[in-house]
């Protein structure tokens, strides 16, 4: 004897997967995949959409803060990160009022849409137009009002 093991019931096979092993877990992989992946994407999109909900609220007391402080709204949300220009408003300012040196972005890239609205039911509008971006219906909308 030569020291190696002896298969005797297997002489003819070789070491190794066959090609339909290899089929049967890549199937399985591919099954498993199916389930796994639309279950984790539902997760991020939610995820995302908590996240915009808390920047807006961060935002909106922050706007508030500013309002409190200076006796108006601000022009836009730079105003809440730099002094505004206007002397008058400028004395008064007592920010930052956000932690963050810029304005953040919303969880999919696009900046949060904020406009002054002295003559609407409400004194501003703050929102994200959401994951399907400017294109998307009103409804799917993440409003500070709505929240």
């Known amino acids: 004897m030569d020291g190696t093991i002896q298969k005797p019931y297997a002489k003819h096979l070789k070491d190794g997967m066959t090609f339909i092993e290899i089929v049967i877990v890549l199937a399985i992989i591919a099954i498993m995949a199916t389930v796994v992946v639309p279950n984790l994407m539902s997760y991020v999109n939610s995820s995302k959409k908590s996240t915009a909900k808390s920047t807006i609220q961060a935002l909106q007391g922050a706007i508030n803060m500013f309002n409190v402080h200076t006796g108006r709204y601000p022009v836009s949300l730079n105003e809440l990160v730099k002094k505004p220009t206007d002397e008058r408003i400028s004395k008064k300012w007592e920010g930052p009022y956000i932690k963050q040196k810029e304005i953040p972005l919303d969880p999919w890239g696009e900046r949060y849409v904020y406009k002054v609205t ?4 409400h004194p501003y509008e703050l929102y994200s137009y959401g ?13 500070v009002w709505d929240l």
Do not use: V
Request: glycine share 12%; no cysteine; proline share 18%.
């Open 118 to 121: 002295p003559q609407a039911e």
């Open 131 to 143: 994951p399907d971006g400017r294109g998307a219906p009103k409804s799917e909308w993440i409003n």
